[in-house]
T-cell receptor, first 108, second 114 residues
Framework: GIQVEQSPPDLILQEGANSTLRCNFS?????LQWFHQNPWGQLINLFY???GTKQNGRLSATTVATERYSLLYISSSQTTDSGVYFC??????????FGTGTRLKVLA | GAGVSQSPRYKVAKRGQDVALRCDPI?????LFWYQQALGQGPEFLTY????????KSGLPSDRFFAERPEGSVSTLKIQRTQQEDSAVYLC????????????FGPGTRLTVL
C-alpha cells in the first residue's frame, strides 16, 4: 500500500520564525489532508488539499500530486503552533494512511 | 454544532477484561472511522462505516476487536480479552460525505491495559 513519509521529524523554532514541513507519498493519491495534533492530543484538520495551493491565515499548503509531495508552510510561528503535524494520504475512497508526523516546538 | 465526542476519555483495564469505547459523530455525518494511535506514531486505520454499514474492517488487529454502528450514528468499538499490546489511544472521526472528505476527530480514548 501507499507509504507516507514526513520530514523533518522534529523541529524547534523561535517564535516569529517561518518553517516548511514536507510530506512525500509513494503512489498517486486521490486526496491528502494535513492535521495538527495539539499537546492534549486533539487532531484538528488544517487543509484538505489533493492538489494545488490553499491558504488559511498564517498557514498555507501546496500539493504537487504528479511529483508525490505536499508542503505545509507556517509563517510567523506562535507558541500555540506547537504540537505534531501529520499528513494523511488516500489512494482510494476513504482509507487514509498517516505519516509519522513532524513534532514542532515553538519557543517564546 | 457539537463536534465528535468519545467516552470514556480514559480507560484502565486489567488484562483479559472486555472494554467498550463509544463514539458520537457529528450529527448527520455519513462516514465514521476508527483509528488506533500508538505513542509517538500517527493514527492507523482500523475500520470504516458508511451509515450503518461496515464497509472495511481490514485494519482491526485481531478477531478480539469488533465495531458496530447499528443505527448509523453512534458507534462502539469493543475489545475482548484485552492484551497489553492493545494499550493505545483510540480515535474516532466522522465526515459528512461518502467519499474522501474532511475528517473531524474526537478527543480519543486512552486505553491502558495492565
Amino acid at each position: 500500500g501507499i507509504q507516507v513519509e514526513q520530514s523533518p521529524p522534529d523541529l524547534i523554532l523561535q517564535e516569529g520564525a517561518n518553517s516548511t514541513l514536507r510530506c512525500n507519498f509513494s503512489d498517486s493519491v486521490n486526496n491528502l489532508q494535513w492535521f495538527h495534533q495539539n499537546p492534549w492530543g486533539q487532531l484538528i484538520n488544517l487543509f484538505y488539499i489533493p492538489s494545488g495551493t490553499k491558504q488559511n491565515g498564517r498557514l498555507s499548503a501546496t500539493t504537487v500530486a504528479t511529483e508525490r509531495y505536499s508542503l505545509l508552510y507556517i509563517s510567523s510561528s506562535q507558541t500555540t503552533d506547537s504540537g505534531v503535524y501529520f499528513c494523511a494520504a488516500c489512494s482510494g475512497t476513504y482509507k487514509y494512511i498517516f505519516g509519522t508526523g513532524t513534532r514542532l516546538k515553538v519557543l517564546a | 454544532g457539537a463536534g465528535v465526542s468519545q467516552s470514556p476519555r480514559y480507560k484502565v483495564a486489567k488484562r483479559g477484561q472486555d472494554v467498550a469505547l463509544r463514539c458520537d459523530p457529528i450529527s448527520g455525518h455519513v462516514s465514521l472511522f476508527w483509528y488506533q494511535q500508538a505513542l509517538g506514531q500517527g493514527p492507523e486505520f482500523l475500520t470504516y462505516f458508511q451509515n450503518e454499514a461496515q464497509l472495511d474492517k481490514s485494519g482491526l488487529p485481531s478477531d478480539r476487536f469488533f465495531a458496530e454502528r447499528p443505527e448509523g450514528s453512534v458507534s462502539t468499538l469493543k475489545i475482548q480479552r484485552t492484551q497489553q499490546e492493545d494499550s493505545a489511544v483510540y480515535l474516532c472521526a466522522s465526515s459528512q460525505g461518502t467519499d474522501t472528505d474532511t475528517q473531524y476527530f474526537g478527543p480519543g480514548t486512552r486505553l491502558t491495559v495492565l
